[in-house]
């Protein structure tokens, strides 16, 4: 077992979050392809494989317990955080990343073919703009925009009794969101110093 699935394991077990072997392998080749590709396409500012794990995997895979069995879409998804995570980890789930950048959209579809993640759906385009062919029951971003622009943007996405899971720094409670109704959750995520925050929003038509 190398250093970096050690790690991982111990961070996971310490959110009570069983992987089995294929997800830690998967969640690791996952990581060094981010590090790899990170040399040409600047696609994360964390370049050691370590920081990787914990500011990325263990970050992403600390929402889990939120996530239910519904089709998802990932906002802004850059290099598939959370959204490759939950592809892993929910194989019988869709989960559909969305990206406006090709060369990020052309990562996410590579380690879809090479991690075999049937699951997983890759849209290049503006959210704004897509309208694809069905309502999703749960939208997630991390590090996309504030909440209130978040929701304006992906609206039109979710289905009347889906809900969002918004991943958030402590910086959320200035942000302006007026008229919405917020659950935060306070999240720990091992060998993370930073506040993190899980905001869980249910649909404002609803």
């Known amino acids: 077992m190398s250093e970096l699935e050690k790690l991982l394991l111990d961070g996971s077990k310490q959110m009570q979050i069983q992987l089995t ?6 969640l690791v080749s996952y990581i060094e392809l981010v590090v790899k590709w990170n ?18 995997l263990l970050d992403s895979l600390s929402i889990l317990p939120f996530v ?25 789930t869709i989960v559909s990343v969305i990206d406006s950048v090709a060369k990020k959209c052309h990562f996410m579809n590579f380690v879809k073919s090479q ?4 699951n997983l759906d890759v849209i290049n385009d503006r959210v ?9 029951g749960q939208i997630t971003s991390r590090a996309f925009a504030d909440v209130e622009k978040t929701i304006k943007m992906t609206e039109h996405l979710l289905c009347i009794d889906g809900h969002y899971l918004l991943m958030k720094g402590d910086h959320f409670k200035k942000e302006k969101a007026e008229g919405i109704s917020i659950s935060p959750h306070k999240i720990t995520v091992p060998y993370v110093s930073d506040e993190r925050y899980l905001l869980e929003i249910t649909n404002q038509a609803s």
Not at 128 to 136: A, H, S
């Open 21 to 26: 072997d294929k997800q830690s392998s998967d």
């Open 39 to 56: 040399k040409t396409y600047n696609l994360s500012a964390i370049r050691d494989p370590f920081e990787g794990v914990k500011k990325h």
């Open 68 to 92: 239910d069995d519904r089709d998802i879409l990932d906002v802004g998804s850059g290099a598939g955080l959370p959204g490759i995570v939950l592809s892993i980890m929910r194989p019988n």
């Open 115 to 118: 991690l075999c993640l049937d």
């Open 128 to 136: 704004e703009m897509y309208t694809g062919n069905r309502c999703y």
